[in-house]
Every structure is written in structure tokens, then in C-alpha cells.
């Protein structure tokens, strides 16, 4: 509520969204390959099969954090919106339970992981907090502004 509007003759790919979008989806598809193989280097394929599974599905979820503001997540906080944090929580429950449960894990080929493989998967899933945050720090040191703002004048979008 505090920026004016964007205009309607503005696309939904502009001021440099198509370059977020692959740079944020080539991080998201890096952190997942990199548990795959962790997983399948250290234990076995089906359990690289299963870090990536989870990896993925939770790197989604915790990355939802990070795109909904250009501003730090610490400066906005985490609890002004209870949506969000309850989607989280219910996509946190409903992973958990497919690889946990036997009988969603075998409906969804997947394998059981120890405690040492989700603390892996956990720590590579959050991640994107602390890249996003550089990302946005560096955004600003270098442009004096937001990302999204890079391509407007410089006058309209600081505050």
C-alpha cells in the first residue's frame, strides 16, 4: 500500500521479471540437484530420489517467503500474513507425511529418510533465504533500490 500503482498497459513480465523468474528458478533447480546427489552419492539412488523430492517441494515452500516483497523478510517480518504461514505449515505436514507414511511413501515410490538425511534436506531447503536476502541487499547497495524497481527512475522508487 505504500507504492502507486502499476499500470495496466504494463505487462506481467516487466521491468525485468523474466530474469527473476530464471534466476530464482536456476537456484531452485541447483538446491535440488545438489540433494539428489548428496543423497545418492552418500546412501542410494532412492534415497537421492527422496532428498530431491523433498528438497523441492520445501524449497518451494520456504522460497514463498522470500517473493512476497522486495524488502528483506526480517524487515516485514514473518507473521503478517497467517495464509501464508498456514499454507506452509499444511505443505510442511502433507510432505512429511508422503515420505513418512508407508503407505503414501510406496504410492509415491518414495523412501524413508533418517534424521541425518532431512537435516541435509532441511538445511539445502533454506537456502534461498539467505541467497534471496544477498540478492536483495546487493540489489540495493548496487541500483539504490528494489529489484523490481531497476528499470524505473530512480527519483520514483525510493523511499
Excluded at 51 to 72: G, P, T, Y
Excluded at 86 to 100: D, H, N, R, T
Excluded at 142 to 151: A, E, L, M, N
Amino acid at each position: 500500500m505504500d507504492r502507486k500503482p502499476e499500470s495496466i498497459k504494463k505487462g506481467l513480465f516487466a521491468d525485468g521479471m523474466w530474469g527473476k523468474i530464471f534466476v530464482e528458478g536456476t537456484m531452485i533447480g541447483m538446491l535440488t540437484l545438489i540433494a539428489f546427489t548428496i543423497g545418492n552419492k552418500f546412501y542410494s539412488l532412492e534415497t537421492g530420489r527422496a532428498m530431491a523430492f523433498v528438497a523441492l517441494s520445501m524449497l518451494e515452500l520456504v522460497h514463498s517467503f522470500n517473493i512476497k516483497s522486495e524488502e528483506s523478510i526480517f524487515k516485514i517480518g514473518l507473521g503478517k500474513n497467517p495464509y501464508l504461514i498456514g499454507a506452509f505449515i499444511l505443505g510442511a505436514i502433507l510432505q512429511l507425511g508422503v515420505v513418512s507414511i508407508p503407505g503414501l511413501a510406496r504410492l509415491f515410490e518414495c523412501t524413508s529418510l533418517t534424521g541425518a538425511q532431512w537435516i541435509i534436506t532441511l538445511g539445502i531447503s533454506i537456502c534461498p533465504v539467505a541467497i534471496m536476502e544477498i540478492q536483495k541487499k546487493l540489489n540495493e547497495f548496487k541500483f539504490g533500490k528494489r529489484v523490481y524497481s531497476y528499470q524505473k527512475s530512480k527519483v520514483g522508487s525510493q523511499r
